[in-house]
């Protein structure tokens, strides 16, 4: 990321800013809701009786392994950053995971249409969907802790990327026999826009009077996003950076399947079990740029002072930055086309009707996100209730990756319409009129209407 100025930052932030409220994660609360006409979405094999049609299902997600609480500390009645001299290096050391990441996910829902002849059920959709995600080694942070008292840190798995595709799908679900269903979704995958930063290797010597960095890092950005021209000696001269907007072609293509099974061997039990998004993208990058070898430069001064205010601190930041760009002179990249998957999800999920009063569900529902360097699981128990016919609500509780999470959702109906509703979230709050989570934790919100079809 220190490599990139303003102009390639803002090429990120276009990314940004799209998934900053449109995170996505299937909404799982909806296994356990009678009256969710989208099931299929969390398994394919899940089928409903009526043809149906929805428009606009929007699903947000964010996720961190790490909050606010790892470099805010109580002291003397108050509250100190972790690099206040009260705070031991150890201690601040063992809060953070060994590599420390964030993750926005985009899945917005622009139709869906299914509609069930005899023992299968015919779905299609129209999908906008993204990922964008940034991770870094914790040595970057015990750097800034432990500054020349520790002389060697190993900064390399840096790294940062974002894509935005459409999807086209098409899914078959089929009644096998009276307790047995089998589904699967193809998709057609359009690629929009990647960018894609990674470091390699980045081995860092410290002392107080030189940092030495021997490293090798690569950036790749597809060329309907931005535009530079290189020097006569072949560096980039990002002066000359053209910034273009999200373009106005595909960038890359590629395939996803969903597979899933139901098995219901009681009118009161059903087992599910799926895999999404199994698949990846072969996309064009038209820009790229990398650097290899070894530089030397200041570094950070006097980073401990106690008095230091955030503004010295991000002073220095900046000052250790220019630097290091003056230094490293990125060389242009030769234009390619590489694979990379997206984001997978395995789901499992088991719910029973009380027989003594079949509008109660109970059951259990987990998930795993395999997504290369930033997996997460959960498993909850859950609870559903349909009191009366036009209103569906369940309840779950559980824990995940990062400790206890909790969800609620619900279904409306006012004539054809149905009004679906979802919301998850860790505990730990937020940081004081700030949205930051004071923990690690994944939170959601699903929202979606969907219109039965006489």
Known sequence: MMMMNKKLLLSAAVLLGAAASLDAQVFQEGFLLNDYRLSYRYNPALMTDTDFISTGELTTNRRSNV???????PYDGGVVTFLHSSVPTKTFQEGLEKNIYFLRTLDYNMISYGTRRGEALHTFEANFRGVIGASAPSDILMMLKAGTTQSSYQLDKLRGEGDLYLELAYGYSRQISDIFSLGARVKLLVGLYSVDYNVTKFDLDISEERYHADINTELHMTDSALQFDNTDDGFVDYSTMLYKGLGNRPSGGG???????????????????SILDLGSILWYYGNGAYSTGAFDFTGFNNLQMENMNVDGIMQQL???KDEFISQIRPR???????????????????????????????????????????????GRFAMGIQPVDWLDLMADFGTGSY?????????????RFRFNLGIQNGFGGTVPKSNSALKANSKSLTFGITYDLP
Do not use: C, H
Not at 259 to 270: E, I, M, R, S, V
Not at 403 to 415: D, P, Y
């Open 67 to 73: 909050g606010a609480s790892n470099f805010l500390y």
């Open 318 to 320: 900046s000052d250790v």
């Open 255 to 273: 395939l996803a399947v969903d597979l899933g099974l139901a098995f219901k061997p009681t009118d009161n039990l059903t087992i599910s079990a």
């Open 403 to 415: 400790g206890l999470v909790f969800a609620a959702g619900g279904s409306v109906r006012v004539n």
């Open 332 to 378: 242009s990249a030769s234009k390619k086309a590489l694979f990379k998957a997206i984001p997978f999800t395995a789901n499992a999920g088991v719910k029973y009707a009380m027989p003594f009063y079949d509008k109660l569900t109970v059951g259990l529902i987990g998930s795993y996100t395999g997504y290369q360097w930033m997996p997460y699981w959960e």
